[in-house]
């Protein structure tokens, strides 16, 4: 009797699951039985082959040179739609209806919560429209002055690195891109360069790193048994120190604003002055707005504050990163930047780059889009079918994940037959007029693309010009395999080693 209740418990769970895997895929292949893909093994789907982040760009790549198109694939009994085409990234893309964020994303909320990333509908749109101006090109002058101030404490840090036989440039482009964000959206000096051990960079990169586990493990990425591990109550702990953090900045620039307000009768009238908005950084605009609009509360704005900061620093730094890497390994290339640099600057390699000089910087511009094709920072984004939806002759169900693989697009015949070259005259306008404007969206396209896309290009170029103007870039003594690891952002697994030889 007891020996048939075990039997029972045990079975009971796994038929259960046997059922509803195999009415889920059925539902989802009576649509998609000729999208190119399979269904993977029972109950796992490809799962096993998706276990871990620094496999995936490798299975992914394998699929797409087998079917050469967009194909399915299913996690258990959840199916996605692996988008890759330019014209299928432009249909769904410029969609504005039966679209949502993936499930995907529900992993980052704990961290991000629904600020711009995340949110969707009459929030999205309201938080867009108040944060917008912090992006348009009358504030760039000001961010410039920022990005020189950190790019000049990150080349004294890489020259005292220098004197070694190989750098890992990575931990160090991270920390400044930390301080190159935290003090253009709030106005606070964050000083993670000189300390690499602070609390919150420690709390960012555990959380990141929570992030990529629950992304892979079939226990952490179950709402019901996530919270009983242990990596659930060290998100939790983890997660405190973070918002502590955004909050406590959040009340001092509340104070201070206040302050200024007593002092400066006129502040409150003026605040209308489309003048003074102009000269308003991200977090001043929320504050600002929250004082007319007490629906804008202060846990909202901590939700746009820790969504920027996460998605301004950790793109940004792969992207420098990795387009470092590349001029390392191509040194005629990397001559070419470095003439072009000697032009804008002149006889005075030493002074601050200005705006005026960032549109001068062609050829590099040119460099980082080169690298940032094929090392996509955001390999892969997200999409969920809200409604049944039409698409090339078939019904895409509600309830389909669709996953646009960018970094498939970008490192395919899309971007031209020479793909697997390092080759920036392909984004030379006579040659690129010819491709698919959506061949190449490191930044994604339509209403849901990246609102730091200038600022990040000023930024990059900022920032990899003053390493150029001070060091020669080569190739490490000691050269591995560049492994990548795409979870959310892609990133060097074991870093990115480069060997610095003073100008
Ligand atoms: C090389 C650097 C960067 C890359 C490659 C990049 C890429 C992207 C991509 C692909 C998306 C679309 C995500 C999706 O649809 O789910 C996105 C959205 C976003 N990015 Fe960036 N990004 C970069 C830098 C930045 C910077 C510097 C900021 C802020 C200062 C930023 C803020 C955002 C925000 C707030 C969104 C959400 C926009 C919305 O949904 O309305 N990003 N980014």
Same mark, same amino acid.
């Given at each position: ?109 704990? *961290? ?7 949110? $969707?509908? &009459?929030?999205? +749109?309201?938080? %867009? !429209? ?127 604003? *206040? ?7 006129? $502040?409150? &009238?003026?605040? +209308?002055?489309? %003048? !003074? ?227």
């Amino acid at each position: 009797m007891m020996l048939a209740v075990i039997i029972g418990l045990t079975l009971a769970p796994l038929l259960s699951w046997i059922i509803y895997w195999t009415y889920r895929v059925q539902y989802f292949e009576k649509y998609l039985k000729n999208v190119p893909g399979t269904t993977g093994l029972p109950l796992f789907g490809h799962a096993f082959e998706l276990n871990s982040p620094r496999k995936i760009t490798e299975f992914i790549m394998k699929y797409y040179r087998l079917y050469n198109t967009n194909f399915k694939m299913y996690i258990g009994s959840q199916a996605y739609l692996n988008v890759t085409e330019p014209e299928d990234l432009e249909f769904f893309m410029t969609s504005t209806t039966n679209l949502k964020k993936s499930d995907l994303y529900n992993y980052i909320q704990p *961290l991000v919560g629904q600020g711009l990333a995340t949110s $969707s509908g &009459s929030r999205w +749109k309201k938080h %867009k !429209k108040i944060i917008l101006p912090a992006f348009h090109f009358d504030k760039f002058e000001k961010y410039i002055d920022v990005f020189n101030t950190h790019s000049d404490i990150l080349v004294t840090k890489l020259a005292q690195e220098s004197q070694k036989e190989d750098v890992d440039i990575f931990p160090f482009v991270i920390c400044y891109t930390l301080d190159a964000i935290c003090e253009t959206i709030m106005g606070t000096h964050f000083n993670a360069q000189d300390d690499h051990n602070s609390k919150y960079v420690s709390s960012i990169n555990l959380l990141i790193d929570i992030i990529v586990k629950r992304v892979f493990s079939p226990f952490l990425s179950s709402d019901v048994l996530y919270p009983f591990s242990i990596t659930y109550w060290r998100e939790k702990f983890t997660l405190k120190a973070v918002h502590t953090y955004t909050r406590s900045i959040i009340a001092n620039r509340k104070q201070e604003l *206040l302050r200024n307000i007593r002092e400066d009768e006129d $502040s409150i &009238s003026s605040r +209308k002055d489309e %003048k !003074k908005t102009k000269n308003k950084m991200f977090l001043d605009l929320l504050l600002d707005y929250s004082q007319s609009d007490n629906t804008l509360t202060d846990e909202q704005i901590r939700e746009e504050i820790d969504t920027v900061m996460y998605a301004g620093h950790d793109t940004t730094a792969s992207a420098i990163s990795f387009t470092l890497y590349c001029l390392s390994k191509h040194p005629e290339i990397q001559r070419k930047v470095y003439e072009e640099l000697k032009a804008i600057y002149a006889d005075d390699l030493k002074r601050k780059t200005t705006y005026k000089d960032l549109p001068e910087m062609r050829y590099l511009d040119m460099v980082i889009k080169e690298s940032i094709r094929m090392y996509t920072p955001a390999p892969m984004i997200g999409r969920m079918i809200e409604e049944d939806t039409e698409w090339r002759g078939i019904i895409l169900p509600k309830g389909l994940m669709i996953a646009f693989w960018l970094y498939c697009t970008h490192n395919s015949v899309n971007c031209g037959e020479d793909f697997e070259k390092f080759n920036p005259e392909r984004f030379n306008v006579d040659v690129s007029k010819d491709r698919h404007p959506f061949s190449f969206v490191p930044f994604s396209a339509g209403p849901r693309s990246c609102i730091g896309q200038k600022f990040a290009m000023l930024e990059m170029k900022c920032t990899i010009s003053a390493i150029l103007r001070r060091f020669e870039l080569c190739p490490p003594t000691f050269e591995q395999p560049m492994v990548l690891t795409a979870a959310v952002v892609l990133k060097p697994k074991d870093g990115i080693y480069i060997k610095l030889k003073s100008r």
